[in-house]
Each structure stands twice: as C-alpha cells, then as structure tokens.
C-alpha cells in the first residue's frame, strides 16, 4: 500500500501534496491525469508531478514559487517552516549563521523579492551555506526570465529530493 499507484485520491495528495511547497493541486492534477505505470518510483512520480508544473500557467508557476519561504528568513527564525523546509535549510547550516551571514541572507532575501517578486530558491540539502550563498549572490543580477526558469528548475529538485525520502525504489 506504500505504492503510489495503489494510493486512491485523497491518500495521494495527502502523501504527495506537500512535494511541491504548498501546493496540493499538483498532486491532485497528477492523481486525475492517470499516473503513469512508472509512478511507483521516484523517479516515475517526479516526471508526472513536474509535468503538471511544467504546464500549469505562469501564474500558478509564479504562486508555486512564492509558497516558498525565504532561506534563513523570518519564517525559520520563528520556528515556522514545513518540516521539510526546516531539514533541508537545516542540512546546509542555514540554522547555525553567523549574525553577519545572517544580516547578508536578509539583505539579499529582501532584494531579490524586490526584483523578482517571489524569494530566491535553492535546494539547500547537499550543499553548504557558502555554496548557498554564493550562487544567491550570482543568481540576484540575473534578468527575471533567466531567474523564473532557474528557481521552477530548483522547485523541481526539492521535489526529486523529498520524493525519494517518500517512495520506496
């Protein structure tokens, strides 16, 4: 029964709405457009869920990606990140800053929104907060187009990375 593919509707998206931040409908168009046979892996369910991101409108990419909370933001400093959030900004060091690295996140988290309009992502887990920091820093002077598509392709590797804490392979 750990199967995707056995899973009825309201199991499905309670197990996998969460994948993308905030955003059970992926799951739920995923589950109505009949899973692939492939689904019961990581790897399968990844492809179908980012295929509804994929052609989902800008406007519901956009919303996908401002359910994002900022890295080492207010939310975790009040304790208020999803459990996932918490582990994966967790595993970088974004919960043990230095006050001047933390003063720098917010600095660059409140520019970034003011370009952009939704908070910078990056799958934080396998990387370290310098690596972190130093691609948020590259990634700001990027043109709106480049960084949409750049933060739709890290929302995209969260997901692979917290479905394979998910399914079985």
């Not at 709405?17 to 990844?46: M, N, T, Y």
């Amino acid at each position: 029964m750990n199967r995707p593919a056995k899973l009825g509707k309201e199991d499905f998206i309670a197990r996998f709405g969460g994948v993308f931040e905030h955003s059970p409908w992926i799951a739920e168009r995923a589950f109505d457009q009949k899973l692939p046979a492939d689904c019961d892996h990581a790897a399968g369910l990844h492809g179908a869920l980012c295929g509804v991101f994929r052609t989902a409108s800008q406007a519901e990419r956009l919303g996908v990606l401002r359910a994002h909370p900022d890295l080492a933001g207010r939310l975790a400093l009040a304790g208020r990140l999803t459990g996932d959030s918490t582990m994966e900004q967790a595993s970088a060091g974004l919960d043990c800053l230095t006050g001047e690295e933390f003063a720098r996140f917010q600095e660059l988290n409140e520019a970034y929104r003011r370009k952009f309009g939704f908070p910078f992502i990056m799958a934080a887990r396998g990387r370290s907060k310098h690596e972190i920091l130093t691609a948020f820093q590259e990634r700001v002077e990027n043109d709106t187009e480049t960084e949409f598509e750049a933060a739709c392709g890290e929302v995209e590797r969260i997901a692979l990375l917290r479905l394979a804490d998910l399914v079985p392979e």
